[in-house]
Each structure stands twice: as C-alpha cells, then as structure tokens.
C-alpha cells in the first residue's frame, strides 16, 4: 500500500518567537540554562524543538513537554495551545497516535477558552487526520470540511493564511483517495499545488506530488507514478527530513515491486529502512519491512522472506496494539459526544467554588450555634434520634419485603426471557444446513461454530445449484438476539438471489444481497445510523470444472496448497452498511483447484478472542500457522484440534464474540 500523507498544523508550520531570532542550539540551550523569565524558556525550548523536528524527533518531543509543563504552571493560554498542538503533531507523525489525540484534543480546549478561531480550525483538521488513522474517512472528511470553511472564512476576515487553506484542500484530496473518489482528490490535490506554488510552499508541494503519485500507481499506471514520487524524494531529500524521505524511498521500491523490477525494489526498500529507523519512524520501518517481504517472496526467497515478515508482524503490533486502539477510540467518542457538557460542567465548578466558599462561612457559624443546641438539648435530641430510627428501621424492613417481592418478579421475568431466546436458538438452528446435508455435498469437511450468547450474529451457509457447491461465512451486526435477527435476514436474502433470481457467480449474489438488505429492513437515509449489514466470504465449488469462484465483504478466503497459505482478501467494505450511498459492486476472484487443496472461511471471532498468558487477541497469524501446521490431520481433527486451542486460549475469560471457522478438504 503505498502511503500517503495528511497536513498537521504545528509541523509544517514554524513558530518563531520574537524573543529568540536567529540564535543558533548552543544560544538557546545557554538561555534554558540561565533565565529565570518562563516565557524566555518556553520560547526556547519551543525554538529548540523546531530545530530537531526533522533529525531526532524524540529529542524535540523531550523539549516540547518541558515546555507545556512550565506553560502550565504560568497558566498561559496561548502558549498551551501553541506547544500542546505541536507535541500531538509530532507524535501523529512518528505514530503514537493515542498520545496525538490526548494532546489535541488538550489543544482544542485550550484555544476556545482564548477565542482562537485559527486555532480552532487547525484542531478540527488534526482530528480529522486522527479519524483517517482509524479508517472513518466520513468523520474526518466532515472535520476537514469544517476545518476548510472556517479556515476560508479566516482568510477574508484577515485573520488567515493561505497556507491553511491549501493544508485543509490537500486532506480533502487524501479523504477523497481512501474513499476511491480519485477525480475528486486530483482535483483537490492540483488546487493545494497552485495555493502552495503562490505560498512558495515547497514541502507542501512534495506531498502533494507524493499524493499524486499514490492515484497513479492505484490506477495502475506506474510509469507516471514513478516520476510523481521520484519528484517528492528530491524534495523532501533537499530539506533532509529523514522520515519523510524514507516514505518516498517505500513508495519508489513499491512501483519497482509492481513493475516486477526487484532489484530496484530491494535497493529503494533498504535506503528508505535505514532512513526510517534513525529517526524512529515506526510507521515507515513497518512499510519497509512489508516491501521486502512481498519482493523476496516473489523471488521465492524464502528464508529472507520469512525474516522480514517476522520483523513486519513484531512492529506492527508494537505500533497499533489493541489497548492503544481502544484507548484512541474511547479519547475521539468522549471528544465528540462530551464537548459541550465539558462547557457546562467548567461553568458549574466555578459556580460551585463560589457556593463553597459562601457556605463554609455561612455553616461555620451555624456549627457553634448547633453544638450549642446540641450540648444544651443532649437527651432530647438523642431521644428523638432513637424514635427516628425505629421508623426508619420499620421502613427498611418494608422495603426489604417490596424488594424480595420485586426480585421474585424479575427472576420470572428472566426466565421467560431466557425460554423465549432458547426458543428462538432452535428457529435460527432451522435455517442452518442439517449435518447430513453438508456432509453429502462436502464429505471431507468441518464446520466449527460456537455462538457467544444463546443466539448468534454469525451463520454459515452451504447450497447445491447445478454442478457448484456454494460454502459461506457470515458475520452480522452484533451478536445475540439482534445479530441472529440479521442472520436470519441475510440467509433468507442468499437463497432468494440463487434460488429465485438464479444468480450463480458469489459477487453476483453479493451485489443482489447488498441491494435488497436495505429494502428489506426499510432503511432510509434518516434512520441509516443503524447500519445494519454483515461481513462475508462467499465460495463456490465448481465440481465440474475443477475451479473455484470466490467473492468477499471484508472476510478473506485461504487456501492451503503443497504446504503454503494463499490469501484473496475481499472487499473492503460490507454488506448493507451504507444506506443512501452509491452501490458498490464486488469482486470475483476465480481460480482452479486442485487435489489435496485445502480452503478455509471464517469470520473474525476465532482470531479476536482474548487469552493466553498476558491476555491478548490470538490473532490471524497464530490461526494461519496452527492450520499450516496440521495439514496432516483430517479436517474431522482439525476441527477439534480448533476447539481445543480456543478454549485453552481463552481460559477463564470471557468469550468475545461469535466463533466461525469452515474447513473444505478437495
């Protein structure tokens, strides 16, 4: 994949305080060292910062953290703003991004307490460039818009900056390119190229080119992005931003390995690793990692294949774990569910310390008054005190009886609920194909499936039309009874698309399953937020011919041949989850089969169940190698072998989800 970037304000803009000039590191540092004036050091440590931004981004954030803690102290809005927002640069840029969002959104606050509608707007793109890192490119585009108004509205009032403006149209241009709208980002990217050519912006200008390259090689056409990168990296090699540097160096070696050229690929992905790994630039290392992988791969190198794809798995997961994912996700819905409640809830403190102190005084000297009427009325106060509390402990023990009585109700209550769910386990059961069925059409064959409640979100599928067997996986919204609405739903749909309208290509019956999902629900585009739909790997046999069609929404297929996995990803997006927006057709991936091959489709419970020692996910990985590993047993056994695994995996935890895995032998 080859990567593109979005603008941060803080990085690309450089803050030079009056007080510092042109002094060089050894002034600042001797002004760190010797002044007693705080916003002196804040200044410098803020000017000494922007000097290693490029080189030794570590040693930037260090000094930039220093800064916020004095600007803290000192309570000066202004400069929080300013150096919180270029700590959550920097750590966007080197990739710790649930840092990134604590410190912008730290930036945002303290902007608005000041009015700072440039501010502002620069928050409003830097959360939305959050939101293209967790992959919800229709929240960050609404972010970037925003941002780009507010920022177009700044510049006619005298206020803004051109270069802002070309900052908010180059990331609606990458929102655009991940959402495959590429006339839409083209045109974006070509009006922050004329904005930034005006400016004299020349790194903005290689980003962009960057940028476009990225469209070029998406549409295949590699020789014109070639010179778009190739343009960037002289760019960004002028200005010796290391970790820039090494992106263009991984999207050079990227069009080398699709143009076949793997020399060229082995050379630019090395350079672009060492420059990537001396400033830290996890990111990118993981980029290089994964090209390598890919190039030793095609030249069936396989010991140095293996090596770096132990190194991609180990930094991936050290860059976006799934604490830190949880974390970002927990950090952006406060962020925006909770924004103007923080409003209230500062004015009510301040409120509140004002009644504070009014109150201490006024019940100071209420408390001598009342130990006087106290120590005066001792035995009248302490006979009405035991008066009262055989009222009360009358009361408590009415209410003890009206709770005794309510959770008898509510124990009756649960278990009609829980009678009405089993009921509804044997429908949905019914909609399953019996085991018989399955064992006729698939004899050498498991499925293992493993609801995480009484009723279950996914189902799987397996039909006989002319001389295909058709095998599904499915995943539908949630799990429980609302997940096994939806899979009801969407079984019925399958059926209808091959036995009523005689679709026998799986993206045909797809395309058909993701056109009346909606229509079925009744969805419309104002109650769409439910988003009801499933994720699914849809295969079809053909006996005849020896071949097999396959097509997906989100869940891949694999395939086990001569002791190696080949993966067809899906894809990426789902079935039914977007209402009121323009149909997307799916792909048909069709290959011939041979004897003794293995194919596999699941859905994604069996890889997120938590467990083991230290508790995390068992992961895609570990499934592939346990599959790979016993290839030798008969599908019978690895389907067993599968639970047996799991379940010791989990332990005493919680299961997490629905658990789907259906193995064919050929």
């Keep these: ?201 020349k790194r903005r200008i290689a980003l962009m080119l960057n940028n476009i390259g990225s469209v070029f090689a998406e549409e295949k056409k590699y020789d014109e992005a070639l010179e778009y990168f190739q343009r960037a990296y002289v760019i960004q090699l002028d200005f010796g931003n290391k970790q820039r540097v090494a992106m263009a160096l991984n999207n050079i070696a990227e069009v080398y390995l699709k143009k076949k050229d793997y020399p060229h690929a082995i050379e630019n992905y090395q350079k672009g690793l060492t420059e990537a790994t001396d400033v830290q630039a996890l990111d990118d290392v993981k980029m290089s990692y994964e090209g390598l992988h890919e190039t030793y791969v095609e030249l069936k190198d396989f010991e140095n294949a293996h090596k770096y794809l132990e190194l991609y798995s180990e930094i991936k997961d050290s860059i976006f774990n799934q604490e830190n994912a949880t974390q970002m996700n927990e950090l952006l819905a406060k962020f925006d569910s909770n924004k103007k409640d923080q409003e209230i809830v500062l004015f009510q403190k ?122 599904a996986a499915a995943d539908c919204t949630g799990h429980g009874v609302p ?66 069609e396959y097509s997906g929404a989100y869940n891949p297929l694999w395939i086990i041949r001569n002791g190696e996995l080949i993966e067809i990803a899906g894809n990426k997006f789902p079935i039914g989850a977007f209402v009121g927006e323009q149909l997307q057709m799916f792909t048909l991936h069709q290959f011939d089969l041979l004897k003794g091959d293995a194919i596999y489709v699941f859905t994604d419970g069996y890889a997120d169940q938590f467990g083991g020692p230290k508790g995390k996910k068992f992961k895609y990985k570990s499934l592939q190698q346990l599959l790979l590993n016993h290839q030798h047993l008969s599908m019978e056994q690895q389907k067993q072998l599968l639970d047996t695994t799991i379940e010791q995996w989990r332990d005493n935890l919680e299961q997490v989800d629905d658990i789907l895995v259906l193995g064919v032998k050929i």
């Design 350 to 471: 301040d409120q509140e310390i004002h009644k504070f102190w009014r109150n201490s005084l006024i019940g100071g000297c209420l408390l001598i008054l009342l130990v006087a009427i106290l120590l005066f009325n001792r035995n009248n106060v302490k006979q009405k005190a035991n008066n009262e509390l055989a009222r009360k402990n009358e009361s408590i023990e009415e209410q003890k009886h009206e709770i005794e009585l309510k959770n008898t109700q509510l124990a009756l209550k649960n278990k009609e609920v829980t009678d009405s769910i089993k009921y509804a386990k044997n429908l949905q059961l019914a909609i399953l194909p019996p085991d018989s069925q399955v064992k006729n059409l698939l004899p050498d064959s498991f499925i293992l499936y493993k609801p995480k409640d009484i009723v279950s979100g996914d189902f799987y599928w397996v039909e006989e039309w002319g001389s295909k067997i058709f095998v």
């Design 1 to 201: 994949m080859f990567k593109k970037l979005l603008f941060i304000p803080g990085f690309l803009l450089l803050l030079v305080f009056s007080c510092v000039g042109k002094t060089n590191s050894d002034s600042l540092k001797n002004i760190i060292a010797s002044t007693t004036v705080d916003t002196l050091k804040i200044n410098a440590l803020y000017k000494l910062s922007s000097t290693l931004e490029d080189t030794i981004p570590s040693k930037a954030i260090e000094y930039l953290e220093q800064a916020l803690v004095i600007s803290k102290k000192i309570n000066n809005r202004p400069l929080i703003s300013k150096v919180a927002n270029q700590l959550g640069t920097l750590y966007f840029y080197t990739g710790d991004y649930e840092k990134a969002i604590r410190y912008f959104i730290e930036t945002m606050n303290a902007y608005e307490q000041i009015n700072d509608k440039k501010g502002i707007a620069d928050c409003m793109n830097n959360l939305g460039s959050v939101y293209v890192e967790q992959h919800n490119y229709d929240k960050s585009l609404e972010y970037h818009l925003k941002a780009l108004k507010l920022r177009e509205e700044n510049l006619e009032n005298g206020i803004g900056d051109k270069n802002d403006v070309a900052m908010s149209l180059g990331n609606i241009g990458q929102v655009y390119y991940y959402l495959e709208k590429h006339n839409e980002a083209m045109n974006y990217y070509n009006q922050c190229i004329k904005i930034s050519q005006e400016t004299g912006n």
């Design 483 to 548: 997940g096994a609405f939806m899979s009801i739903v969407g079984n019925n749909l399958l059926q209808q698309a091959l036995h009523v309208f005689g679709l026998d290509k799986p993206n045909l019956i797809l395309n058909q399953v993701n056109k009346n999902i909606s229509k079925m629900l009744h969805q419309t585009e104002k109650d769409s937020a439910v988003r009801d739909g499933m994720d699914i790997a849809l295969v079809a046999i053909d006996k005849k011919n020896s071949k097999i």
